[in-house]
């Protein structure tokens, strides 16, 4: 890399399963052009440590940007400064999104091979590794830079604090539901890093485009699975509903800086 005294920045995208990423990365593709890549090991199940990412842009020096489905916590760190981006979303209405894409799209039908319900119980099969449960805690709580093993249980609670911890060290957080002012805040933490952003909103990948509040979808949700299932959900996303509520409330405190 060419050292001219002035110090990389990088923008490291954590593309969380149906959280926006496909969006997210066609603003990055189009403002950075081959300076953006995804990255992500060959095998689905792979996951990338800090540490390897920072091998990986060193070993890469002229990428401005890079997205990953895979990468996990502590952000990486070397001879260059990151700006992280990420967005959660409120993990019951998310369910659905995950079954469209999963059952239907991924396969091009034309409908879901399977039921609502029957998607759920099927992914609850997978006792430490479904997408709808605790996902998005269990892909941000790591905290070991040079390691991804999983050493707790994605329902154990330890996971929430360091989850919110690494919320905290974020400079925004997104949100889904919150789409277009997300990309305001995101606006506003890299217009000096990084003039070259367009900040624009595109709308990829989306399986369930329906203009209900969230709300409205839970309620749709609970209707159509029944009480049980609602409820096993409900608790099989415990921490994740936390983790939510608690980022929900930063980036709401961040947004009305903004505005103010």
Known sequence: MKNDGVTRQVIVHY????????????????????????????????????KELQHWL?????IKAVSSHQLLPPIPHGDFNVTPIVFLREPLSRVRSAWLFEWQKQHGLAEPKGSLPEYI????????ASVIANFQVSRLSNTQYDEVKQRLHRYHHEL????????????????VENFTDSL???QQCTQTTFPELIVREHREN????S??????RIELLRKEIGNDLFDELCVRNRLDLQLYSY??????????QLQN
């Open 15 to 50: 593309h969380l399963f149906k959280n926006a990423g496909t969006s997210v990365e066609r603003l990055l593709k189009q403002s950075f052009g081959s300076a953006w890549k995804a990255w992500d090991k060959p095998e689905s199940s792979g996951k990338i440590s800090g």
């Open 58 to 62: 060193e070993d890469n020096s002229s």
């Open 121 to 128: 119980e099927e992914k609850f099969k997978q006792a430490n």
């Open 160 to 175: 929430l604090p360091a989850a919110c911890a690494f919320v905290d060290s974020l400079p925004f957080v997104g949100l």
């Open 184 to 186: 305001r805040l995101l």
């Open 206 to 209: 989306v399986t369930d485009a």
């Open 211 to 216: 203009s209900t509040t969230v709300e409205q």
């Open 247 to 256: 980022a929900s409330g930063r980036f709401h405190s961040q947004l009305e």
